[in-house]
């Protein structure tokens, strides 16, 4: 067997396995057939889900976020952890209606314990207040906790490694909507393949919860035009949660 597709085959098992385990932790049901959840959905003709998507729901009071970082620990579940800084676990507001997910830590992010402080990070602050909101009133978090070297692309077994935490992370929030930026971001929550560029632009379901996938702002730093195509993602966000951009 090809090594590259030995390996991705380990991630996929890897996650499924830690999916189930943490859906019999919480007491949730195995994922069933998403064409079920297509059937609760208010405006099926406006949401787009994947066969791929858990179907779970997500219910306040599944745990907080406190317990999520103490069971996170000093995590050494991956290759990653010998060569971090710190753990970049998250920031925000707990009770969220909106949660921003990237792919993982920068340099900065590494050295700070924060997650998106640098060059992009002041950009999708930036985001966030075009959209009449703080850092503050959003929560802000990562696929993978540590920082890749050389700010390289999540691998397969990472990301697996990540992932429980992150699903705990939601869990505990409850948001109405995740925005992911990125391509890995959007490909490791939705389970999809496709880049950025075809995912972007309309909202899917996650455990019960609208996702709405982006360009990350490091792109944006270095292809300005696309700024344009992710307002009008943000915007299809504003409306979802009843925002009114505060005049500048």
């Not at 002041?122 to 959003?138: H, P, Y």
Request: with cysteine.
């Amino acid at each position: 067997m090809n090594k590259d597709l030995q390996v991705e085959l380990s991630g996929i098992l890897t996650s499924l396995k830690s999916r189930i385990l943490w859906n019999r932790e919480m007491g949730r049901p195995l994922p069933f057939d998403y064409r079920h959840t297509r059937k609760q959905q208010k405006e099926p003709t406006q949401l787009e889900i994947s066969p791929h998507t858990t179907a779970v729901t997500f219910a306040g009071g599944q745990g907080d976020l406190a317990a999520v970082r103490q069971d996170l620990g000093d995590c050494r579940r991956c290759q990653l952890s010998g060569l971090r800084t710190k753990i970049v676990f998250g920031e925000g507001n707990p009770h969220s209606r909106l949660v921003f997910v990237g792919e993982a830590p920068g340099a900065d992010e590494d050295r700070e314990g924060r997650p998106f402080v640098g060059r992009a990070g002041q950009l999708l602050t930036k985001i966030i207040n075009a959209m009449g909101l703080a850092r503050e009133d959003v929560y802000i978090c990562n696929i993978l906790k540590c920082r890749p070297p050389d700010n390289r692309n999540p691998e397969t077994p990472e990301i697996a490694a990540c992932e429980p935490f992150l699903l705990r992370q939601l869990a505990a929030i409850s948001p109405l909507v995740i925005c992911t930026l990125g391509t890995f971001a959007a490909q490791a929550l939705l389970k999809q393949k496709a880049p950025i560029t075809a995912l972007r632009g309309r909202f899917y379901a996650y455990a019960g919860i609208k996702v709405m996938p982006t360009f990350h702002p490091a792109y944006l730093l270095r292809n300005p035009i696309a700024k344009k195509q992710v307002w009008e993602d943000v915007q299809l966000v504003m409306k979802e949660l009843a925002l009114a951009r505060k005049p500048s």
